[in-house]
């Protein structure tokens, strides 16, 4: 009997000590896959510009915007659960003025495209994270009446998604979808008429290199359609003619990106 006490003793002894050696576990935060930071670009595009008045297109402009940037800032909230964004790009915006019928549409302004949107970031696996983000979209366009593209600003909504995949330590490929209906006019010239639609689709490629733990250069090709269709219009002469205007965006896309 007494043999099997101290028997039961040394086994709890022994269970004891062995629970007094087990490391106490500490648990690590994950950082949030929400790029936030900064990002000042320049962005160079072609402009190609088409209107119709639904007999066959009148105009074409395809012309070097050199001077355009795009500016972008993006933080988190709720604990870093959410991401918020705030995008503005514009600069130059001209056409060519050459076998045009009717000058008073035209644009030898510039433009500003505002984005302001929430969303999040979901790392898939290592190396591969989704950025999905939607709200509020907004674009006004001054023109000179040169020929082109007319005096507009719209507003509406959009939402985008964009895959990123780190390829190498330092090196990041990924692609981006947007796709925004803008369906609210305003400062619109007089003679354009009533707006029946308008939209945006938008997509881009890019490559990032991470050039310290807080500094990244991107390099990317953006692509970015811009469409309207108005009634009763007299911008092209005649009055109550449909009016097609689409203006084409084939940007190169050349920004660091760092954190605050």
């Known amino acids: ?20 050696e087990e490391p106490i576990e500490t648990p690590i935060p994950v950082p949030s896959p929400i790029p936030v930071g900064f990002l000042v670009a320049w962005k160079p595009m072609i402009l190609s510009v ?17 001077l355009r940037a795009l500016v972008r800032y993006t933080t988190t909230l709720l604990g870093e659960k959410l991401l918020a964004r705030a995008e503005l790009e514009g600069g130059e915006f001209k056409s060519d003025t050459q076998n045009v019928p009717n000058r008073l549409l035209g644009a030898d302004g ?15 696996s290592s190396g591969f994270t989704v ?7 907004t674009r006004r366009q001054w023109g000179r009446a040169s020929g082109g593209a007319p005096s507009i600003g719209v507003l509406g909504v959009t939402s985008n998604v964009e ?14 979808f ?50 309207a269709s108005f009634s009763q219009s007299s911008a092209l002469g005649a009055p109550d003619q449909a009016l097609l205007i689409e203006a084409r965006e084939h940007a190169l896309t050349i920004g660091v990106r760092w954190k605050p």
């Open 1 to 20: 009997m007494v043999g099997g006490v101290r028997t039961l003793a040394l086994a709890l002894a022994v269970s004891l000590a062995a629970s007094a």
């Open 50 to 66: 088409r209107i119709d008045s639904g007999q066959g297109s009148q105009f074409g402009s395809d012309k070097v915007q050199p």
């Open 110 to 124: 510039y433009d500003l495209t505002l984005r302001l949107l929430g969303g999040t970031a979901t790392k898939i």
């Open 131 to 137: 950025t999905a983000s939607a709200g509020l979209l």
């Open 163 to 176: 895959f990123e995949y780190r390829i190498a330590p330092l090196i990041t490929l990924s692609a981006f």
């Open 178 to 227: 947007e796709g925004g209906l803008t369906p609210i006019p305003y400062g619109a010239q007089d003679n354009l008429g009533n707006l029946s639609d308008a939209s945006e689709f938008r997509w881009r490629l890019q490559v990032s290199l991470d050039l310290t733990p807080r500094t990244a250069l991107d390099i990317g090709y953006d692509f970015t359609r811009w469409h």
